[in-house]
């Protein structure tokens, strides 16, 4: 539901089953986490927009989700998860998108048991929104190489140039920081230390609406590099 230019709100229910399979080299107190299961979940999201600035050309966005559910295995059980986001934007020029600059804060917390699918993740990944941007998600071909875990908080801020506009393609490029933390109450998961992750990024998009985006990210703390590609619409 659209309820004005400010609110906006929607509620889903899911129901998911998981089997897992092939399982190697898991210690048993990890067992947990790779339970077989059916769930029934229901979340709910509101989002708002707090400062709108049109002359000054600053915005700044909040949401917030939370959700419930049940997993109908032992030992897992009931589950809920609370996630919030703030998002400011800012185009300092009276026209045009240059120099642009974007942050976007996160934080989640998840309280139960749940089974590995359900674990947040800071990396870059198309699937997953909680990007840091120095550490990809592949490690040959296979998935997990993130920094996962039930709890987290991350900030991720862009500044991006003009560097060409045409009549349909707008190409901007620009340096990003992002930083987060991401803990688990077991000893299997999350970062013991602070991340931080910082490089280029480019922003391809055409007809206005088409955007690939292609970048280069440094883990500070390891020294590790990795480039990244997604499309969206």
């Known amino acids: 539901s659209i309820v004005n230019w400010r609110w906006r ?9 998981r089997d897992f399979r092939t399982l190697r080299g898991i210690p048993s107190q990890a067992g947990t986490f790779f339970t077989n299961s059916s769930a029934i979940t229901v979340r709910s999201r509101v989002q708002r927009s707090l400062i709108r600035f049109p002359e000054r050309r600053f915005f700044l966005d909040a949401a917030a989700t939370g959700e419930v559910g049940r997993f109908n295995a032992s030992p897992l059980g009931k589950s809920s998860r609370i996630a919030g986001l703030l998002a400011a934007s800012w185009l300092p020029k009276a026209q045009g998108e240059d120099y642009g600059m974007e942050t976007v804060l996160r934080a989640g917390r998840t309280f139960g048991q749940v089974p590995f699918d359900e674990l947040s993740m800071l990396g870059f990944d198309r699937d997953n929104d909680l990007w840091m941007r120095g550490h990809n998600d592949l490690l040959h071909g296979q998935r997990g190489n993130t920094p996962m875990g ?29 930083t987060g933390d991401i803990t ?46 997604t499309v969206s619409r």
């Open 150 to 178: 039930r709890n987290y908080v991350l900030s991720n801020s862009d500044v991006a140039k003009v560097v060409y506009h045409g009549p349909f393609i707008l190409v901007k490029a620009g340096p990003f920081l992002d």
């Open 9 to 17: 709100w929607n509620l889903g229910a899911e129901y998911s089953y």
């Open 184 to 229: 688990d109450a077991s000893p299997f998961f999350g970062s013991p230390k602070w991340l931080t992750d910082t490089g280029m990024q480019m922003t391809v998009r055409l007809l206005g609406s088409f955007e690939f985006v292609f970048g280069y990210g440094k883990d500070l703390r390891s020294g590790n590099n990795t480039f990244y590609s």
